[in-house]
């Protein structure tokens, strides 16, 4: 069965800096690429950024809101995924998901775990 | 950057009801176009990819259609499980946006 769990969500000051993990498992993580989506109380989903499968490169892409302050990583041996945010800002207040990136015809996110609570507050 | 645009952002239907959500991309994304289907207090888990493909699993009274820049979600005759908020997100270009979104509530 395919999971996926993040972990290290929580409370920070702003301009603080958090470590997000997501762990992998029932499938070959390092045939995936990983997306971070996140969801403001209240509100939509808004895409955070991806990390290709090392097959393509393994490189990375952000959303313009985070872009400069927060990175992306896998440890393929692990089967983890990171969201490393620095420099956090009120607004950065969500729930955190990551999902595994399927491929049919187009990307699509087809598993995703059940997400993890970052609040930005003082 | 490519826009999505879903309309409406809420709708009110009863059991048994067609329920038709439109999204609408700023540029053509083709075909690359994903509905997902959001209940509160659960992750997002995906519906049709590809624009008209029915994820394994998912019920044969939801259906996806369009092209280019505009797009359906139909669910045939709407159940009770159904009410929830529903999420277009192309994957033609970076960044991978959704909709806004359209939250199905009980007439």
Known sequence: ?122 | DIQMTQSPSSLSASVGDRVTITCRASQSISSYLNWYQQKPGKAPKLLIYAASSLQSGVPSRFSGSGSGTDFTLTISSLQPEDFAAYYCQQSYSNPRAFGQGTKVEIK
């Not at chain 1, 969500?9 to 971070?36: E, K």
């Not at chain 1, 097959?55 to 089967?79: L, M, P």
Request: hydrophobic share 30%; aromatic share 14%.
């Open chain 1, 1 to 122: 069965e395919v999971q996926l769990v993040e972990s290290g969500g929580g409370l920070v000051q702003p301009g603080r800096s958090l470590r997000l993990s997501c762990t992998a498992s029932g499938f070959t993580f390092g045939d995936y690429a990983v997306n971070w989506v996140r969801q403001a109380p209240g509100k939509g989903l808004e895409w955070v950024g991806f990390i290709r499968k090392k097959g393509h490169g393994g490189t990375t892409e952000y959303a313009a809101s985070v872009q400069g302050r927060f990175t992306i990583s896998r440890e393929d041996s692990k089967s983890i995924a990171y969201l490393q945010m620095n420099s956090l800002k009120t607004e950065d207040t969500a729930v955190y998901f990551c999902t595994r990136e399927g491929y049919n015809y187009g990307y699509h996110f087809d598993y995703w775990g059940q997400g993890t609570l970052v609040t930005v507050s003082s």
